[in-house]
C-alpha cells in the first residue's frame, strides 16, 4: 500500500514512513493511493471475527490491508496488545447501547481518559515504540489538543521508550479534569505547553513547526493528532463494529452521527463508507463553532479567527479550522492535488475562506458521499442531557449529547442511527450538574485528580518559542 498527499506529492510512501512523519514535507495530509475495497463476503467474514474472535481480531483484518510493512504476525501482536477487556473495560470493546427508538451509542469511550481519542491513541503509542525500536531511533511528537487527544496521547506515550511528548493546549478552555488529567502527570518524556489562545492556534504552531523540514528532521518531530494517517486509520476499525453489531445481514444500513470539530471521527467513517462499508448517511454534528455545518448546507468553509471561536461547554470541539476537512474535500474534488493546494494552502491563509457552491462536486457531498450536518448550542445540550437522563436513566457527556441532539433531527425510518459516544460526563462534570442536578460518576482512579500537583508552562502562540523548549528540552 503506498501513500500520497493531498496537496499534489504522488511519491509513494510506505505506511511506517508516514506513522512517523505525520504532515506530508508539501503541507498535505497523507492518504491512501487508493481505498481497499471490502465485498459483501468478506463483511461476512468481519461479521464473524468480530463477534467470535473479538474487536482485536477485527482490528488485525481491517489494518491489514492499509499496512503491508510491518510482518503480520508483529501486527496481529499489537492489535492483540492495545485491545484488551483490561485495558478499555470490555471484552467487546466499543459496544452498543439502546437509547431510544432508532437510535443506538457506540461508547468509544472506556479507555484510560475516558474518551474516544484512546481508541486509536493506544494503538498510535504502540506502533511508535514498535517502529522506532526497530529503527534504533527516538521521537518527538508534537501536538494540540483541546481537550481529549492531549490526555490520550499522554497517557499512551507515558514511559514508552525512545519518545517524547510536546502537548499545546489553549490556555484555560479545557474543562478542569481534562486540564487535570494532563497537567498532573510527571513522567519524564511528557512536556505539557498552555498557550495563550485557543486550539487552532495551537494546531497552526504544530503545522508551522512540521512545514519547516530541516527543524522537523533534525528533532525528528512527529505528529498524533488525525492529521496523522494512523491514528485516523485506527479509528476505521470501530465504524465495522458499530455496524456488525447494529445489523443482521449486508443489506441492510445504518447511518452514523459523529460530533465533530477537527473532523477527524468522521473522516474515518468516510474512509470506512469508501471502503464499501454500507453506510447511509454520515452525520456530522457541531456545537456554536459551525464551520462544517455551514459548508454542507452553504458550500462555503470560512475559518474564524480565534476571537471569534466561541468557548463553548463542548469545548473538545472548540475549532474553527478542521485539519482532516482537505482529506474529504480531496475526495470530493476528484483527488485533484493542485486544487486541494489552493484551496487549503492559498485561499485560506490569504482570505480566510473558500467557495464550492457552484462547483459540480458540491452536490456530491450528500448525494455520493452521504454527509449531512446539523449543530446544537450550549441550551441544546442541557436540554438532550436532561432528557435523556429523565427518560432513559442514562447521563451522556456535552460532546454525545449534541450528537444525540443532531441524530434526532436526521432519522430514517428501518435505518439505524448509531451516536459515537466521545467521552464520559465526568470530565465536564460543571455542565452535567448544571443539567441534570446530578454528580456524574467518577472512577476511582481519578478520585482528587484536580487537587495534585501540576507541571505545565505557559507559553505565547509563538512558533520560535516552541522551537526553543523543543530544543532545550531534547538537550
Not at 422 to 434: D, N, R
Not at 441 to 459: H, N, Q, T, Y
Request: net charge negative.
Amino acid at each position: 500500500m503506498n501513500y500520497i498527499s493531498t496537496r499534489g506529492d504522488t511519491s509513494p510512501k510506505r505506511f511506517c514512513d508516514i506513522l512517523l512523519e505525520g504532515l506530508a514535507p508539501d503541507g498535505g495530509l497523507y492518504l491512501p493511493a487508493s481505498y481497499p475495497q471490502v465485498d459483501d463476503a468478506t463483511l461476512n467474514r468481519w461479521r464473524d471475527v468480530y463477534h467470535q474472535q473479538g474487536y482485536a481480531e477485527l482490528a488485525f483484518e481491517v489494518l491489514s490491508l492499509y499496512i503491508d510493512d510491518i510482518p503480520a504476525a508483529d501486527l496481529k501482536a499489537l492489535c492483540a496488545k492495545t485491545y484488551t477487556a483490561e485495558v478499555f473495560g470490555t471484552g467487546e470493546i466499543v459496544p452498543l447501547r439502546h437509547l431510544e427508538n432508532g437510535i443506538w451509542l457506540e461508547a468509544l469511550s472506556n479507555g484510560p481518559t475516558l474518551a474516544f481519542k484512546d481508541m486509536a491513541m493506544q494503538l498510535l503509542g504502540n506502533l511508535f515504540e514498535y517502529e522506532l525500536a526497530r529503527r534504533g531511533e527516538e521521537l518527538n511528537i508534537l501536538g494540540a489538543t483541546s481537550g481529549d487527544t492531549g490526555s490520550a496521547a499522554e497517557y499512551a506515550m507515558r514511559g514508552k521508550k525512545g519518545v517524547r511528548v510536546f502537548m499545546t493546549s489553549p490556555q484555560g478552555r479545557m474543562s478542569p479534569f481534562q486540564q487535570a488529567q494532563m497537567f498532573s502527570l510527571m513522567d519524564d518524556n511528557i512536556f505539557n505547553i498552555a498557550v495563550d489562545g485557543v486550539f487552532d492556534d495551537c494546531q497552526d504552531m504544530v503545522k508551522a513547526v512540521s512545514n519547516d523540514l530541516e527543524f522537523k528532521r533534525q528533532y525528528k518531530i512527529g505528529t498524533v493528532n488525525s492529521i496523522n494517517w494512523a491514528r485516523l486509520l485506527a479509528q476505521v476499525v470501530y465504524y465495522f463494529a458499530g455496524y456488525f453489531q447494529a445489523t443482521q445481514k449486508n443489506t441492510e444500513k445504518v447511518s452514523f452521527t459523529v460530533p465533530s470539530g477537527n473532523f477527524g471521527n468522521v473522516c474515518a467513517g468516510h474512509v470506512a463508507r469508501m471502503m464499501g462499508l454500507p453506510i447511509a448517511r454520515l452525520i456530522v454534528a457541531t456545537n456554536e463553532n459551525d464551520v462544517l455545518d455551514e459548508f454542507f448546507k452553504t458550500g462555503v468553509y470560512r475559518v474564524r479567527a480565534s476571537a471569534d471561536t466561541h468557548e463553548t461547554s463542548s469545548p473538545s470541539m472548540d475549532i474553527s479550522k478542521a485539519s482532516n476537512f482537505e482529506r474529504f474535500v480531496f475526495d470530493l474534488l476528484g483527488r485533484d492535488g493542485a486544487r486541494i493546494k489552493s484551496l487549503f494552502g492559498d485561499a485560506l491563509n490569504r482570505v480566510g475562506f473558500f467557495d464550492l457552491e457552484a462547483h459540480p462536486a458540491f452536490s456530491q457531498a450528500a448525494g455520493r458521499y452521504g454527509f449531512e450536518s446539523g449543530k446544537s448550542s450550549h441550551a441544546d445540550r442541557l436540554a438532550t442531557i436532561k432528557d435523556t437522563f429523565e427518560r432513559h436513566g442514562m447521563m451522556i457527556d456535552t460532546h454525545t449529547a449534541d450528537g444525540v441532539k443532531v441524530a434526532r433531527e436526521h432519522l430514517q425510518v428501518g435505518v439505524p442511527m448509531i451516536v459515537l459516544e466521545t467521552a464520559l460526563p465526568i470530565k465536564f462534570a460543571e455542565t452535567i450538574v448544571e443539567a441534570t442536578g446530578q454528580q456524574p460518576d467518577r472512577p476511582a482512579r481519578f478520585i482528587g485528580i484536580e487537587a495534585l500537583p501540576k507541571r505545565v508552562v505557559s507559553m505565547a502562540a509563538d512558533v520560535q518559542a516552541i522551537k526553543a523548549f523543543i530544543v532545550k528540552n531534547c538537550a
